[in-house]
């Protein structure tokens, strides 16, 4: 059963809905914000409501009169302790601290910590990831996974009916490359060793050798004919290219924590696409340019949309279509999140446009990034030095940084930081601590950051202990599991909840209301689609613990107050743990 309380946020915004409803009862105000967010300056109160200014003109009165009006009737809500008007009519609303130990020890019970059930009832599929059939997965994918990873874990956190599915790159011209060149260039041994790097050594020799030789070419493009008929021994190859591939893909994603409810290429919906260009065609929408056949996107100010090539062959756009098809027939989604980076912004305009023609009801979402940038030199473990043009990464210029090296590397270099720290611990344990701290390193560097910016990776910031990153907040959960552990030896017959929670101390109430805004902080990374929401809340909520850990005294404290302040401290570390699993971070009892 979820937890039956609102959220703070949306108590005390329901409050002061109230309070101007009752202020001005013959006026309008469904559309006025309303709503409380917390106050950029705690000088100022806890929480802020600035609706006062945005009514003025609808009103005709100065803001601070509408705010003062409102005020009056704040003052009698038990969750307010006071109310200012600050400024041209803010209003600041300072928390009751009995009521919010109060809140406090209730989310202290609940597995969700209070976070509300926004999506039951409500289907959302998250496309996300989509590696390339036989080449390796590189950098570049990592930013697709672990965003795309995040929202189907806060999506699921929040009650929604979630459907992950891993669209991959499984059909189209480059599988007519590869038949020929697996037929004259494989090598039987570095087949067996290394699959995908060996795939991906044949198709880059059978596509150069493409470019100067006709009949070749001419080859490669009657194997993709044969295995797009049909063809038994082509399409036994495109299988074998399929299963090596995803051997690799799934060693990755088993590291990365990744798992999917569906893994669908694009080659699931290669029988679907005539039909649904036929269908286009019926209804006027897609028409005939130069022997193609397009879709006019002019009133939505953008370029044609090619459905059908001049050579009877079908593109990206009318896969993408006819999965959204699929989808919602099979699904009957409330919302459907494609996680790509920014070059596919046009793209998916275009075919959300067309998928509006054609009358189809779902909430299509594009979640784009910015790409991820690295030094300009990267030397991986197996000692080799990549040149990195302008910080990014290119297959065709051979600037690539396999997946599997970045994430062979974290575990080393986080290796060695867990073998100076705790040099006692078991080596087993060291390793299953630097596997976490390592691959924690390399998500958080990138979800702490807004997805549509560009992300400049250096392993020392990835890895520092002090500044944002995962091993600080990750260290924060291990120290107070330590103190915990500490209490349970030297008071072995106590038991905490047997003493409320207090908040005497203006640290232990900073903390408080850090802690309260777990679920706010949830839903809105959830709602904007932005993890580094949620990274920055589980920052400021550490940074926060260290300065309670640092100013009041622990067991030391007297009976009463220090069960008080180690039920805080557990809460932290619940809150965590829990934020940290919401972003695909394990949190070791010991670093």
């Not at 009103?59 to 704040?74: G, Q």
């Not at 909430?363 to 990267?378: A, I």
């Not at 560009?454 to 091993?471: D, R, Y």
Request: net charge negative.
């Amino acid at each position: 059963m979820r937890f039956p309380m609102k959220t703070v946020e949306q108590q005390l915004s329901i409050e002061v809905r109230r309070a101007f409803r009752e202020a001005f009862p013959d006026v309008d105000l469904s559309r006025a914000a309303l709503d409380v967010v917390p106050t950029s300056d705690e000088s100022h109160g806890d929480y802020q409501c600035n609706a006062a200014m945005g009514l003025a003109r609808d009103l005709k009165r100065a803001p601070r009169d509408i705010a003062t009006a409102a005020m009056e009737s704040l003052g009698a809500a038990e969750a307010i302790d006071r109310v200012e008007v600050a400024g041209p009519g803010f209003i600041n609303l300072t928390v009751n601290t009995s009521w919010l130990a109060g809140h406090l020890q209730a989310l202290e019970m609940d597995e969700q910590l209070g976070v509300p059930a926004v999506g039951a009832g409500k289907t959302v599929i998250l496309d996300y990831s989509g590696p390339n059939v036989a080449k390796q997965m590189h950098i570049g994918h990592i930013r697709s996974t672990v965003i795309g990873n995040v929202l189907d874990r806060l999506h699921r956190f929040l009650g929604y009916h979630v459907l992950s599915d891993n669209h991959l790159g499984d059909w189209g011209t480059q599988f007519g490359i590869l038949i020929v060149g697996y037929r004259e260039f494989r090598d039987e041994e570095a087949l067996q060793k290394h699959p995908i790097a060996e795939l991906e050594r044949i198709y880059v020799a059978s596509s150069n050798r493409c470019k100067t030789d006709d009949a070749w070419l001419q080859s490669a493009r009657e194997e993709l004919v044969k295995l797009q008929q049909g063809d038994a021994e082509n399409l036994k190859l495109w299988q074998l290219f399929l299963d090596l591939s995803m051997g690799e893909f799934e060693s990755i994603y088993e590291r990365l924590g990744v798992s999917f409810d569906m893994v669908r290429g694009e080659s699931f919906y290669r029988d679907q696409l005539s039909d649904l260009v036929a269908a286009m065609e019926a209804k006027g929408l897609a028409v005939e340019s130069e022997g193609a056949l397009v879709v006019e996107l002019e009133k939505e100010k953008l370029p044609v949309c090619m459905v059908r090539k001049s050579d009877g062959g079908f593109n990206y756009a009318t896969s993408d279509l006819a999965t959204i098809r699929t989808r919602l027939e099979e699904f009957k989604p409330d919302e459907i999140v494609y996680v790509t980076d920014e070059r596919q912004q046009l793209h998916f305009r275009q075919v959300f446009a067309v998928a509006e023609g054609l009358g189809w009801k779902a909430l299509l979402s594009h979640v784009w990034f910015g790409l991820m940038r690295f030094p300009k030199t990267f030397t991986t473990l197996e000692g080799q030095t990549v040149e990195v043009e302008k910080g990014t990464i290119s297959t065709r210029e051979g600037t690539v940084i396999r997946l599997h090296e970045l994430l062979n590397e974290a575990e080393v270099r986080a290796l060695a930081m867990v073998k100076q720290a705790s040099p006692d611990m078991p080596e087993d344990q060291q390793r299953d601590v630097a596997r976490a701290v390592g691959i924690g390193a390399i998500k958080y560097a990138d979800l702490s950051q807004n997805p549509q910016s560009v992300v400049t990776f250096t392993w020392e910031k990835a890895l520092s202990l002090e500044g944002n990153s995962a091993p600080y907040l990750q260290y924060a959960y291990a120290r107070i599991a330590s103190v915990l552990d500490r209490y349970t030896a030297t008071f072995p017959a106590s038991v905490l909840e047997d003493h409320p929670i207090i908040l005497q101390e203006a640290v232990e109430r900073r903390l408080a209301l850090r802690l309260v805004r777990f679920p706010d902080a949830v839903t809105r990374a959830c709602q904007s689609k932005r993890p580094n929401v949620l990274a920055d809340y589980l920052f400021e909520l550490a940074q926060v613990y260290s300065s309670f850990y640092q100013n009041v005294p622990f067991l030391k404290a007297e009976e009463g107050v220090r069960e008080s302040r180690l039920r805080l401290c557990g809460l932290v570390a619940k809150t965590l743990k829990t934020g940290l699993n919401l972003l695909g971070i394990n949190t070791p009892e010991r670093i």
